[in-house]
Nanobody, 126 residues
Framework: DVQLQASGGGLVQPGGSLRLSCAAS????????MTWVRQAPGKEREGVLC????????YYTNAVKDRFMIYRDNAKNMATLQMNNLKPEDMATYYC???????????????????WGRGTLVTVSS
């Protein structure tokens, strides 16, 4: 079975850091682009970051530049989202998703990415 399992969410104070992990199984990880998408309460899903199968990085939102980074480990079938200097507006449920090879654009439609995992909640609050 194809699975994307996100983990690592939790409560963090503003200015803090958190690392999310996405464990992939059931498909050829190294040939897929890995993406993090988030959804804040009452808002639409927003693309965050993507790493192509060749590790090219795409930022879907300028709001996280210089604060977030995505890493992929093809040996472990794992994608990681390192989040630094977290802000209250970063609070959301974070999802990992995948599609073949390249990141491409993200329109907000679930069909933009063929594979989705269940989310992990990140709460930023003092």
């Amino acid at each position: 079975d194809v699975q994307l399992q996100a983990s690592g969410g939790g409560l963090v104070q503003p200015g803090g850091s958190l690392r999310l992990s996405c464990a992939a199984s059931g498909f050829t990880f190294r040939t897929h682009a890995m993406t993090w998408v988030r959804q804040a309460p009452g808002k639409e899903r927003e693309g965050v970051l993507c790493a192509s199968y060749m590790d090219g990085i795409t930022y879907y939102t300028n709001a996280v530049k210089d604060r977030f980074m995505i890493y992929r480990d093809n040996a472990k079938n794992m994608a990681t989202l390192q989040m630094n200097n977290l802000k209250p507006e970063d609070m959301a449920t974070y999802y990992c998703a995948a599609r073949v090879r390249y990141c491409g654009g993200y329109s907000g439609s679930p069909s933009d990415f063929g594979l989705w995992g269940r989310g992990t909640l990140v709460t930023v609050s003092s």
